[in-house]
């Protein structure tokens, strides 16, 4: 059975940094892409940065710059580098993977940015 198990998340001040981490367990192929999704109540899940297998990274327009995915293959682990936080990025994080044709999620991460 695939799980993914986020870490990472919590409470920073505007202008602050948090790295999220997601490890796969019960893999064993490759994973296509992994990635992260954000959601605050009453929107819709939406992107936030995947990895493909390959290293082609893709970015939501309003965290390019900021935020930075990373993949350790061997460890079947994504990260998210979040540097410059604003207000607006608090969020529920999830972490994402496709995988054998089938999307998988995270139970998800609490991000909150508030001085």
């Known amino acids: 059975q695939v799980q993914l198990v986020e870490s990472g998340g919590g409470l920073v001040q505007p202008g602050g940094s948090l790295r999220l981490s997601c490890a796969a367990s019960g893999i064993f192929f490759s994973i296509n892409a992994m990635g992260w999704y954000r959601q605050t109540p009453g929107k819709e899940r939406e992107l936030v940065a995947v990895?493909?297998?390959?290293?082609?990274?893709t970015y939501a327009d309003s965290v390019k710059g900021r935020f930075t995915v990373s993949r350790d293959k061997v460890k079947q682990t994504v990260y998210l580098q979040m540097n410059s936080l604003k207000p607006e990025d608090t969020a529920v994080y999830y972490c994402n993977a496709q995988y054998v044709g089938q999307p998988y999620w995270g139970q998800g991460t609490q991000v909150t940015v508030s001085s």
């Open positions: 990895i493909t297998r390959g290293g082609t990274t």
